[in-house]
């Protein structure tokens, strides 16, 4: 009769005969875990290790500090963006983009960024910048500087809308949202972000 306690033994055996690659994405997986569920200030070295299943030693071998770990993992999970969507015209394409900035939100990485951003004091904040400027910010931006240049090749698009302040509208009103309305971005409210704000910000001026 296989026992919990034969069960539980057989998986340390297991988890200690892992190593380098391996064990370090258990690890990061683990710290994305605990990012997403008990946030920022919930996270311990300690709970890291457990959740990798191998001894704290290991964890902090690789990572000297609470910091050092949360930074590698973030750049380890943090979603990727790259294929700009072209689905014929802006409106469209621009939808498609908040779509993937909403699921990458709610995801285990998003939830774990989020809770960086609004846990960490200010000097820790600055840590993590910008592991998340060129991780989600940047990636993001260039994506709707691409979908808004090409708008404008199109002639759906003003010739003067490619500017900082447009590309950050979107980004800004999702941010903003979220944190300070508990909003969850439903494709409905998405649509209605590009058809009253978005298109009409956009929209070629009548001559």
Request: hydrophobic share 45%; charged share 25%; proline share 3%.
């Amino acid at each position: 009769m296989v026992t919990s306690s034969w069960v539980a033994a057989h998986a340390q055996t297991a988890a200690s005969r892992r190593r380098g690659p391996v064990l370090e994405r258990a690890i990061l997986d683990a710290a994305l875990e605990q990012l997403s569920t008990v946030g920022w200030n919930g996270l311990t070295m300690e709970g890291v290790a457990a959740g990798a299943q191998t001894g704290k030693a290991a964890v902090y071998r690789r990572w000297p500090s609470k910091e050092d770990l949360v930074a590698d993992a973030l750049r380890a999970g943090l979603p990727r963006f790259d294929a700009v969507p072209d689905l014929g015209n802006v409106r469209d394409d621009l939808l498609d983009l908040c779509r993937r900035a909403r699921d990458a939100m709610f995801s285990q990485s998003g939830l774990a960024v989020r809770s960086v951003i609004h846990e960490c004091d200010a000097a820790q904040a600055e840590r993590f910048h910008g592991v998340i400027f060129a991780g989600v910010v940047e990636p993001t931006i260039e994506m709707l500087r691409q979908v808004i240049e090409r708008g404008i090749e199109r002639g759906e698009v003003r010739a003067d809308a490619a500017n900082g302040y447009v590309f950050d509208a979107i980004p800004a009103m999702m941010m903003y949202r979220s944190k300070m309305c508990g909003s969850e971005w439903s494709d409905v409210d998405l649509e209605e972000m590009i058809d009253q704000l978005m298109v009409p910000l956009l929209r070629r001026s009548a001559s």
